[in-house]
């Protein structure tokens, strides 16, 4: 009589192992689901980088060619309720620069809007899509650095904005002194 020594996999070693294979399985997903909702979000998070970033150089531009004085260079209310400059306080809906050519101030126009390329991914044909930033807000915050005599201050933009059910955040920090 022959004996076999044949041996395979017991049904614990399998239903072990396919558990182990579905939580890969699903991390993965995951990750690609991650993946997809951050590149989603690319075209606005470059806005928010622009945008954020044109605020502060027509700050230093206003600064640079005398159509501000040092001491507009502030917001309306600030730290001490009554600083006096020209920069609303509080995030504002990021609206076009008025005559001041400034944003975030009393005289900013209508909402912005943007054009990015359609699904010919060439910019400036008919399939472009014009996107209005509604859901965008902006705060430009100017503040006196301690210890400096009044003649630095900070200049903090933050845009805050909806990707899908996310909320999302961006901050520019500078400095700016009064010496064009």
Known sequence: MQTSNESGFSIVETIVSIGVLTTGILGAAAVLVAGMTNLNSSPADVVVTQKASQAVEAVFAARDSHKLTWAQIRNVQGASGADGGIFLDGPQPLKLPGPDGLVNTA????IETVVFPGKDQTLGTADDQTITLAQFTREIKITDVSGENGQLRTITVTITYRNG??????????FISSFA
């Open 107 to 110: 005289d900013d126009t209508t």
């Open 165 to 174: 059910p996310t909320k999302r955040t961006y901050v520019l920090t500078t």
